[in-house]
């Protein structure tokens, strides 16, 4: 057995909003190169469980590392160098709509590097051509479709060549093919950059095709019930809660 | 038509018969009606339906037996279905399928009249914490920019200039323009009558430039600048791209508030100044038009009247409306949930923000002025 190294671990995380707890007890560790995948019904705090991860909302109980590094024990400037290695991609794409797509790109190279206006042009038509907008440095967000959007998404949370990447519900609100088409770019971006990438998705079709742990979280006893490769736990898993989600409620039988 | 006729069974079984169409925009029939009628008849044990002569259903007669259904399962009354038509019956069982929740059902909570005081009195503190946090927040940004620890980029200062200046003239024109002719009809009036329409023109000038203009200005700053400000950081949130800066480690405050306090605070001073003039013009054309003044008469007027203090105050306190109102603006932005509703009350929560920090900072400086006698 090959030892992986570690990149993110939770331990005994609680997520509330005030009194209402969201989930507790979250224990799990995400290795590096990872496609690890946040599973769940609606509702049980899949993207809430991604806010924490990514620093947006402080956990009310437990903690969050990154390697060894505790997240929000760790300085402001410590927690901001962290977080110059996360490239997040939001369900609706979050571009800032008040400038075109190479100036959302330009953006974070402009706030972390050095680099001189061409270059970062330069580096901006270079992702946008990664994510297949070639030629749409000029647009804004205002004038291209939802896929294109989230395309531009990926090509901004990819600026920075973070060492993590965070897809909140990459496939919401897209066609089956444009879903499987980002499908596939994650995988190419995993095998070629290398990265750790986090998804949140119920989408079963990308779950088996991308995903190589997970974890899945069950609404009703607000905890994680299970955990590992997805297409082990369908195999393997004695819990009726994930092989009903991962069999869309037709049992393992139907499966076969 | 729909028509329900009642026949009782040897065995004690109330037989419904109905009749017609039962249609939402038709039926006339209550389901208390149904249900007195079984509560009538103590011996019943059972109900059942006649639905030969049935023509037309949907939804009303669904709650119509449905009704009738948890009646009977309360009061221990056997509800037979099998005469009901197919589609009735499976849509019945597909209502009850899912029990209710226990504790789903949102009760309307009636707070006491000391609660309602606790309440609003948490609500309070915890809105002055985050007003007070937030301009923490903006301090230390702004201390930041002038060390020249970050800069605000032209691309972005450009348009929100362009926005709060040029854009805003015409209003500025026409609102500051006829209050100028309102004060000058008014003080006209009691002027006239002791012959000293002239100092008309001193009344317009000294009131204009001292507060009118300031406060002309920022009133239509705040009701057009500060709600689109709520409004575009309010929408911000809503998309998460706010949220995108903040994991990129840009702070929203530098990135988007300063460079619209800034903005504001750099042009109110000049609209002030524009509203002041459009103010005097509103007054002139009173004086020249109504009281028959000349127009030198007027202007030496004016120029004798007003003193330089009078100008530096009206522009000191545009620019610290300028500030307030874009403060205030950038902060029920920053506030705002997420939903399309509460983009709406980000608005409408900035210019009544606005509006009362102007007339609070008008107060404030009036009295300050007045106290070190200038």
Redesign the interface.
Known sequence: MDIKRVHITVKDLTMAYGDLVVQQNLDFTVNHGDIFIIMGGSGCGKSTLL?HL???IQPAIGEIFYKDVNFWKASAEKR?AL??N?G?L???G?????MTLA?NIA??LE??TDLSAAQIGELASLKLALVGLAGFEGYYPSEISGGMRKRAGLA?AMALDPEILFFDEPSAGLDPVSARLLDDLILELSESLGSTIVVVTHELASIFAIGTNSVFLDPVTKTMIAQGDPRLLLERSEDQRVISFLTRGEGRGAES | MSSVKYEISEDKCLVVVMEGEFLLESSDLSFQEVIHKIESLSEVSSVSFNTRSLQKWDSSILNLLNHIKSHCSSHDILFIKKSLPGGIQRLLDLASAVPERKGVRKREVRNSFFASIGNAALNFTRGSSEMLGFLGETTVAFVRLITGRYRIRG??LI?ILRECSTDALPIVSLISCLVGLILAFVGAVQLVMFGAQIYVASLVGIAMIRVMGAVMAGVIMAGRTGAAFAA?LG??EV???I????????SPVEFLVMPRVLALSVLMPLLCLYADLMGILGGMAVGVFMLDLNVMEYYNMTRDSVSLNSFWIGIFQSFVFGILVALSGCLRGIQCKRSASAVGEAATSAVVTGIVAIVIATAVITVLCNVIGI
């Open positions: 806010r990514v620093g947006l901001k977080m110059k996360f997040i939001y369900q609706s979050a571009l800032w709509s008040s100036e953006l974070p706030a972390y901004r | 691309s972005i348009p575009q929408t911000m998309n998460e791209e949220d995108a800066l903040k994991t990129l480690g840009i």
